[in-house]
């Protein structure tokens, strides 16, 4: 059973943008901080960006802060990533992630659904 789904992921040229989609699925997350990791070929999964239930509250690593932004519409139950000025280093899969830590949380293993993933691929 799939709970969280990610698109919008794909090929584009360094500094060019992407926006990623995580829509839920089978049950509501809308009580639920949401996240984004990331995991480049080789290298361990990183937090992206998160954001509390309510949407109020965001936070990002300060690798993307500046260049990426995180939404989410607790009507469609979905949450979004803006990435802007995208670079070769953010090549990676990126997954959607949820959590029953309201507040928000930087830590994976704070998050007890994930998404497949969706694969982004930042050309030179």
């Known amino acids: 059973q799939v709970h969280l789904v990610e698109s919008g992921g794909g090929l584009v040229q360094a500094g060019g943008s992407l926006r990623l989609s995580c829509e839920a699925s089978g049950r509501s997350f809308r009580a639920y901080s949401k996240g984004w990791f990331r995991q480049a070929s080789g290298k361990e999964r990183e937090f992206v960006a998160g954001v509390d239930w309510t949407g109020t509250s965001k936070f990002y690593a300060d690798s993307v802060k500046g260049r990426f932004t995180l939404s989410r519409n607790n009507v469609m139950d979905t949450v979004y990533l803006q990435m802007d000025y995208l670079k070769p280093e953010d090549t990676a899969i990126y997954y959607c992630?949820?959590?029953?830590?309201?507040?928000?949380?930087?830590?994976?293993?704070?998050?007890?659904?994930w998404g497949r993933g969706t694969q982004v691929t930042v050309s030179s």
């Open positions: 992630a949820a959590s029953d830590e309201g507040e928000g949380t930087r830590r994976s293993d704070e998050y007890s659904f």
